[in-house]
């Protein structure tokens, strides 16, 4: 089991910067692919951004690539999410998520695949 909490979401002005982060239980962390997702209101959840066990491998959803950095620390179990140049398209509740993974890291961009969920953060962005 692992339970997850994110922090570090808030409000912010277009052009801005955020960086959100995911502490999780447990202590089997590094067996985990890491996610981050949003989901706007009267939107469907969307995939941002995913990280392999090890960090060695990051992925981005096209809308944020280039503005936002994926990275992992599994000594102190955390992930977070570096977001840049916010635009208020960005403007969502931001879920970590975790998945138990043995070998390559597949459909990391599935929410469906995803075992474990924080509760979500919230960014705004105003123009």
């Known amino acids: 089991q692992v339970q997850l909490a994110e922090s570090g979401g808030g409000s912010v002005q277009a052009g801005g910067s955020l960086r959100l982060s995911c502490a999780a239980s447990?202590?089997?962390?590094?067996?985990?692919?890491m996610g981050w997702f949003r989901q706007a209101p009267g939107k469907e959840r969307e995939f941002v951004s995913a990280i392999t066990r090890s960090g060695s491998g990051t992925y981005y959803a096209d809308s944020v690539k280039g503005r936002v950095t994926i990275s992992r620390d599994n000594a102190k179990n955390t992930v977070a999410l570096q977001m840049n140049s916010l635009t208020p398209e960005d403007t969502a509740v931001y879920y970590c998520?975790?998945?138990?993974?043995?070998?390559?890291?597949?459909?990391?961009?599935?929410?469906?695949?995803?075992?474990?969920w924080g509760q979500g953060t919230q960014v705004t962005v105003s123009s």
């Open positions: 998520a975790g998945k138990y993974t043995r070998g390559a890291a597949a459909d990391f961009s599935v929410d469906s695949t995803y075992d474990y």
């Open positions: 447990g202590r089997t962390f590094s067996s985990y692919t």
